[in-house]
């Protein structure tokens, strides 16, 4: 079947900007993920969706950061006022449930690029 | 907190030899699980193999295998007859039993050398 997919593959800013970056998971997935990952680093965990609601969004760096998933699917990962440090690779995966064994999948990721 | 430790940077490996990468963690939470994934140039993280701080046996997923020493809080990955293939950045993460993220160390870069 389907992996996670996420769109856009690439996207490039300027500083200031809105964006949103978007993930579909594996069909029938009940939990949502999104990690960040800049160069040289092991992904940093951003926020946790179980079915619509967030979980828990500890990881947000701060009020900049914002993600919905409003049908319990996909979900969109906004950010306003972009910065140059923004810029990273933004993962999303998905789990079928969230016991302690159950795989969170990857995406290929979104890698942002703030001018 | 938890921490995830994997202090070998870059690892290089001739092709068919059998290869080891370290990683520690640190947790105060009795229940906890280990993961390792890969991941190529392309970007996407591969799962590889999963390890639960209650399971009694080693996991093994075909030729990779976990090296679980829970009094040492260590969980090494084996992979047995490396192959051209295997060369890509590994991380070790872990969650415990009181949340869902997963925390990743920093990486090993491994080079399987013709």
């Known amino acids: 079947g389907a992996g996670v997919s996420q769109t856009p593959s690439n996207k490039v800013t300027e500083k200031g900007k809105y964006v949103e970056l978007r993930c579909d998971p594996i069909?029938?997935?009940?939990?949502l993920y999104w990690y960040r990952q800049s160069l040289g680093q092991g992904p940093e965990f951003l926020i946790y969706?179980?079915?619509?609601?967030?979980?828990?969004d500890s990881g947000l760096p701060n009020d900049r950061f914002f993600a919905v998933r409003p049908e319990g699917s996909v979900s969109t990962l906004k950010i306003q006022r972009t910065e140059r440090g923004d810029s990273a690779v933004y993962l999303c995966?998905?789990?079928?449930?969230?016991?302690?064994?159950?795989?969170?999948?990857f995406g290929p990721g979104t890698r942002l690029t703030v001018l | 907190a938890q921490k995830i430790t994997q202090t070998q940077p870059g690892m290089f490996v001739q092709e068919k030899e059998a290869v080891t990468l370290d990683c520690t963690y640190d947790t105060s939470d009795p229940s906890y699980g280990l993961f390792w994934y890969k991941q190529p140039s392309s970007g996407e993280m591969i799962f590889l193999i999963y390890?639960?701080?209650?399971?009694?046996q080693n996991a093994t997923e075909g030729r990779y295998s976990l090296n679980f020493q829970k009094a040492r809080k260590s969980a090494n990955l084996v992979i047995s007859a490396s192959q051209l293939g295997d060369s890509a950045m590994y991380f070790c993460a872990m969650r415990d039993g009181g949340a869902q993220k997963l925390v990743f160390g920093q990486g090993t870069r491994l080079t399987i050398n013709p």
């Open positions: 390890q639960g701080s209650y399971d009694q």
């Open positions: 069909s029938g997935h009940t939990a």
């Open positions: 995966a998905s789990s079928l449930g969230i016991t302690m064994g159950d795989t969170q999948y």
């Open positions: 969706f179980q079915g619509t609601g967030a979980a828990d």
